[in-house]
């Protein structure tokens, strides 16, 4: 049981490294900044506003798409935390006057 728990903890747990958060800006900037002006083109040149909010709202919907989901391509340059047992010293965390 706990098996599958953990499994699942860490399939919505989200984890991201800072190279995937780059990355992630990144491609949300880009696909709203091009949905926006495709949007903004088509519904000048046709003369509709609703069409032009319609291609808003899927290019909104495609970039939370790419984003959202914690995709394996996020997480390629994972940090270790300072209290993971691989970045540990021997002996453990000593501090100072103590």
């Given at each position: 049981?706990?098996?599958?728990?953990?499994?699942?903890?860490?399939?919505?747990?989200?984890?991201?490294?800072?190279?995937?958060?780059r990355?992630?800006?990144?491609?949300?900037?880009?696909?709203?900044?091009?949905?926006?002006?495709?949007?903004?083109?088509?519904?000048?040149?046709?003369?509709?506003?609703?069409?032009?909010?319609?291609?808003?709202?899927?290019?909104?919907?495609?970039?939370?798409?790419?984003?959202?989901?914690?995709?394996?391509?996020?997480?390629?340059?994972?940090?270790p935390?300072?209290?993971?047992?691989?970045?540990?010293?021997?002996?453990?965390?000593?501090?100072?006057?103590?």
């Amino acid at each position: 049981m706990d098996a599958i728990l953990n499994q699942l903890q860490d399939l919505f747990e989200g984890q991201i490294d800072f190279h995937g958060q780059r990355l992630a800006e990144t491609i949300s900037t880009v696909v709203l900044t091009l949905s926006s002006v495709i949007a903004l083109l088509a519904g000048y040149v046709l003369q509709d506003l609703y069409l032009t909010m319609w291609i808003g709202v899927i290019g909104t919907l495609f970039a939370m798409f790419l984003v959202v989901p914690p995709w394996p391509v996020y997480n390629q340059h994972p940090q270790p935390w300072i209290g993971s047992k691989a970045r540990l010293p021997p002996g453990g965390i000593v501090v100072p006057g103590k």
